[in-house]
């Protein structure tokens, strides 16, 4: 099972934004991930993590994965694929389509004192907007 961390960022609310991804495979090989997303809210970013670590994990073929992240509302919409705020319908809707295609998807909240990997790529990725 590979661990996936995953963190948004926004400068600003909206603002430029960024993801952060941190795939550790646990044979000390790792991956990170800097995106730079433009502006948009810190939800916004949020999801667009999500999407974007799902993207790299179905494009290297990995079947059981793991992911952490210290959002709340990313945890509860996966878990409950349900959100209140329609706003954010249509990104549901993609990841799970992107969630339904592992083995074995699991989501985890962690607080953010854990996720310090995923949070600083995203902050990097926000310094690269419009670069």
């Known amino acids: 099972m590979v661990d996936v961390y995953i963190d948004g960022a926004s400068a600003g609310d909206p603002g ?28 916004e970013a949020e999801y667009e993590a999500l999407i974007h670590a799902l993207d790299l994990c179905l494009e290297r073929r990995l079947s059981i994965v793991s992911f952490r ?17 329609k706003r954010f319908q249509p990104y549901l809707e993609k990841a799970l389509k992107r969630t339904d295609q592992f083995d074995l998807f699991f989501m985890k909240w962690i607080p953010s004192s854990q996720n310090k990997s995923a949070d600083a790529l995203a902050r990097q990725a926000i310094q690269k907007n419009g670069k």
């Open 16 to 43: 430029p934004s960024g993801a952060g991804v941190f795939i550790n495979y646990k044979n000390g090989q790792v991956e990170n991930h800097s995106i730079p997303l433009g502006e948009m809210s810190n939800h």
């Open 69 to 85: 992240t210290d959002s709340k509302l990313i945890d509860e919409a996966i878990e409950k694929r349900y959100v209140k705020n």
